[in-house]
């Protein structure tokens, strides 16, 4: 008995760490495919959920902040776009600072809506716009486009688009997303190639 209980003991903690391997090579692997089609480098894309992270760490201790606001920030090559709704406008400025000061930024776009948080539904349906936004874009034939290349974040019918692109292809994804059902409006924070 005693040295069967440190074997099992040995067994279960191998399988749990087995268990974190497997999510780690299956997320590496989905990170691979995911550089392989991006127009940033994999150092880049690295970079941008290390600073989307950071600001969001950074907001999470800031209580008051927080509790005075619902948003989020979101990087692409080091362009941050910041988005969701804050009850003042010192609120919305503190969040833009917090931002500006994060390592590696490079600027920052302040979309946060003065107001109140968006309802359950309105995320709801912001969800679906950008789910269908998303597919929708694959139904754009330009030569060499590619739809994941484009990130689209929608916070009440507003619909933003970053990415690396030409502005030809900034042209026919706006054409795509505008007419979508509940889009209010499309803002580009595209960077142009």
Not at 99 to 122: H, S
Not at 136 to 152: A, Q, Y
């Amino acid at each position: 008995m005693r040295k069967t209980l440190p074997l099992i003991l040995l067994a279960s903690l191998s399988i749990s760490l087995l268990q974190g391997c497997a999510t780690a090579v299956v997320g590496g692997a989905a990170t691979g495919a995911s550089v392989i089609h991006d127009r940033r480098s994999a150092g880049t894309i690295l970079d941008d959920k290390t600073i989307t992270i950071k600001i969001m760490n950074e907001l999470l201790n800031q209580p008051e902040l927080r509790e005075h606001s619902s948003m989020s920030a979101s990087s692409f090559n080091h362009l941050v776009l910041l988005t969701g709704q804050a009850e003042s406008e010192g609120y919305r400025a503190q969040f833009e600072q917090i931002a500006a000061r994060t390592p590696m930024v490079k600027r920052t776009v302040n979309e946060v809506q003065v107001g109140p948080n968006a309802t359950l539904t309105e995320q709801s349906k912001d969800s679906w716009i950008t789910s269908k936004a998303k597919v929708e874009l694959f139904s754009i034939k330009l030569p060499g486009f590619d739809p994941t290349r484009v990130k689209v974040i929608t916070e009440k019918g507003v619909v933003y688009l970053m990415g690396m692109v030409t502005p030809e292809e900034s042209t026919a994804v706006v054409e795509k997303v505008r007419y979508l059902d509940g889009v209010k409006k499309v803002v580009k924070v595209f960077e142009y190639l």
